[in-house]
């Protein structure tokens, strides 16, 4: 009986030492949070979780505990699941939408969004485009690295036809959606 109660405390502290990919999640929606850029913080963080697998209830869950940014908000209020393999970051919503970056243009994402992240870049953009209107030309970008120049936080976005433009992002408010990656670029 004692060995039978000692084990059931030895599986209840690895349990609760254990942080598993939900409550890694809303360490990360809180980090992002209280960052300068939280879109920015949240996508470098997010290839932290290693190989995992998030449902919509666990996606919710960590939404809840965490103070989330308004920046964040559009897609993480859309995510029926998040699914990460190696460097590869999938995210599948409840529907397709567009979000409106901070009035300097749109990120239209379909179902199922997924991309390669390496560090500060992300590339293999499947389901993501890029547009200076709603219903404009769409574009989907080679690359997006984001980094500094100047001490200013930047990405570098990189389009077909286009090339690679840096576009200063600005700091977030509680009034921006997300920073402005599109308005730097002229789609033709």
């Given at each position: 009986?004692?060995?039978?109660?000692?084990t059931a405390a030895l599986l209840a502290a690895s349990t609760l030492a254990y942080a598993g990919p939900q409550?890694?999640?809303?360490?990360?929606?809180?980090?992002?949070?209280?960052?300068?850029?939280?879109?920015?913080?949240?996508?470098?963080?997010?290839?932290?979780?290693?190989?995992?697998?998030?449902?919509?209830?666990?996606?919710?869950?960590?939404?809840?505990?965490?103070?989330?940014?308004?920046?964040?908000?559009?897609?993480?209020?859309?995510?029926?699941?998040?699914?990460?393999?190696?460097?590869?970051?999938?995210?599948?919503?409840?529907?397709?939408?567009?979000?409106?970056?901070?009035?300097?243009?749109?990120?239209?994402?379909?179902?199922?969004?997924?991309?390669?992240?390496?560090?500060?870049?992300?590339?293999?953009?499947?389901?993501?485009?890029?547009?200076?209107?709603?219903?404009?030309?769409?574009?989907?970008?080679?690359?997006?690295?984001?980094?500094?120049?100047?001490?200013?936080?930047?990405?570098?976005?990189?389009?077909?036809?286009?090339?690679?433009?840096?576009?200063?992002?600005?700091?977030?408010?509680?009034?921006?959606?997300?920073?402005?990656?599109t308005g730097g670029l002229r789609f033709g």
């Amino acid at each position: 009986m004692k060995s039978l109660l000692l084990t059931a405390a030895l599986l209840a502290a690895s349990t609760l030492a254990y942080a598993g990919p939900q409550e890694d999640l809303t360490r990360i929606l809180t980090e992002a949070s209280g960052s300068s850029n939280p879109s920015v913080s949240f996508l470098e963080s997010i290839g932290s979780l290693g190989n995992a697998d998030l449902s919509a209830s666990q996606v919710a869950a960590a939404v809840q505990a965490a103070p989330v940014h308004p920046a964040l908000r559009p897609v993480l209020d859309r995510v029926s699941r998040i699914r990460i393999s190696g460097s590869t970051v999938r995210f599948d919503f409840s529907q397709a939408f567009a979000v409106n970056l901070a009035g300097q243009g749109y990120a239209h994402f379909k179902r199922s969004v997924s991309f390669e992240l390496d560090g500060r870049t992300l590339r293999s953009f499947r389901g993501f485009k890029l547009s200076q209107s709603l219903n404009g030309l769409k574009a989907t970008p080679r690359s997006i690295r984001f980094g500094n120049h100047g001490g200013v936080p930047s990405a570098w976005v990189s389009l077909p036809i286009v090339g690679t433009r840096r576009i200063p992002l600005v700091q977030q408010s509680a009034e921006l959606e997300t920073p402005g990656l599109t308005g730097g670029l002229r789609f033709g």
